[in-house]
């Protein structure tokens, strides 16, 4: 028996017939989730510039601060990504749907998201620490061998971080289908699942980056357009993923 997988272009299709007569309420999910975040992370950087007042701005302290205080905001928002997930697998299974979805995560296993999005999170901050240190060095000494080091130790976080999302895409659709679960166990069926698998996803995720930079050309507005054609697409993947067609 050979099991096929849905192309790329499948895939796509498929999201949008799914998205025909859903579309304006997986816009209005998306716009108040980036109002949200946004809101929150304006009101985080406005506490950074107070910080800047009474720190000198290049110093590698006011860096790690930054990236401390981003990632506090990011341990909450995150936790939008289980209401995102539930809502488009409601739309791809026919079920009812509403803006309420956004704030699922928050009333249900609050703890399990909570440390979902506290392990990505702190993966992230890892990453991107000694970057913020060679930055804030730099900006001291004015010392190109930190600028080269900040440059190198950015890429290096750029394809670890790919790689680590990728391996771990599939957990929020994991926890809405498998809730018994334990976080250790989410990641690993993510790991397992994603086992052949990453470089479709990757190759999925590249080829929307014609219509992002086309949709920053609209000052953003078009994103509103897209997140949710996106969105419904890596569902549209997630569930061929866990359902292939078989032939023979």
């Not at 304006?24 to 929150?40: E, H, K, Q, W």
Request: proline share 3%.
């Amino acid at each position: 028996m050979n099991v096929q997988y849905m192309t790329s272009s499948q895939l796509k299709t498929r999201a949008k017939d799914l998205l025909e007569g859903r579309f304006g309420s997986a816009v209005l999910i998306i716009f108040l989730g980036s109002m949200i975040t946004g809101v929150l992370n304006m009101t985080s950087n406005s506490f950074v510039s107070l910080l800047l007042l009474r720190l000198k701005p290049s110093s590698p302290v006011v860096g790690v601060i930054t990236l401390l205080i981003s990632s506090v905001v990011s341990l909450f928002t995150n936790i939008f990504s289980v209401g995102y997930a539930l809502f488009f697998l409601n739309i791809a299974s026919k079920r009812s749907c509403d803006i309420g979805c956004l704030f699922y995560g928050f009333r249900w296993q609050f703890g399990k998201c909570l440390t979902l999005s506290a392990f990505f999170t702190s993966v992230s901050f890892v990453l991107l620490l000694p970057v913020q240190l060679c930055n804030g060095m730099f900006g001291q000494t004015q010392d190109t061998g930190w600028l080269m080091a900040s440059l190198l130790l950015s890429s290096i976080a750029m394809v670890a971080s790919t790689i680590f999302y990728l391996v771990f895409s599939q957990c929020y659709f994991l926890l809405l289908d498998f809730p018994d679960y334990t976080v250790k166990q989410l990641l690993r069926s993510s790991m397992r699942i994603m086992k052949g698998h990453k470089g479709r996803l990757f190759y999925l995720q590249v080829s929307f980056i014609p219509l992002v930079l086309l949709a920053l050309l609209t000052c953003g507005i078009g994103m509103l357009w897209l997140t949710p054609y996106v969105q419904m697409t890596y569902t549209c993947f997630f569930l061929n993923l866990m359902n292939p067609l078989s032939e023979g």
